[in-house]
């Protein structure tokens, strides 16, 4: 149980935003964000490598665009 000496004037009481986002999501989701933005970072650093293969192959082609 909280003290009023724990809880800080704008409400946020002890838990920082990790906290807060745990107690609103529960364990499985604070995995699911993890495991989102994990997939996010590791593909969109392949798929700016397929869009700088495909900007060469263009330019060696010749390929105008619209």
């Known amino acids: 149980m909280?003290?009023?000496a724990?809880?800080?004037?704008?409400?946020?009481?002890?838990?920082?935003?990790?906290?807060?986002?745990?107690?609103?999501v529960g364990v499985p989701g604070?995995?699911?964000l993890y495991l989102v933005w994990w997939l996010t970072s590791w593909m969109g650093a392949?798929?700016?490598r397929i869009i700088q293969l495909l900007e060469q192959i263009a330019r060696e082609l010749r390929v105008t665009g619209l």
């Open 30 to 32: 604070v995995i699911s």
């Open 2 to 4: 909280l003290n009023r």
């Open 6 to 24: 724990e809880i800080r004037p704008n409400g946020d009481g002890p838990l920082n935003g990790w906290g807060r986002l745990l107690g609103m």
């Open 46 to 48: 392949k798929v700016d």
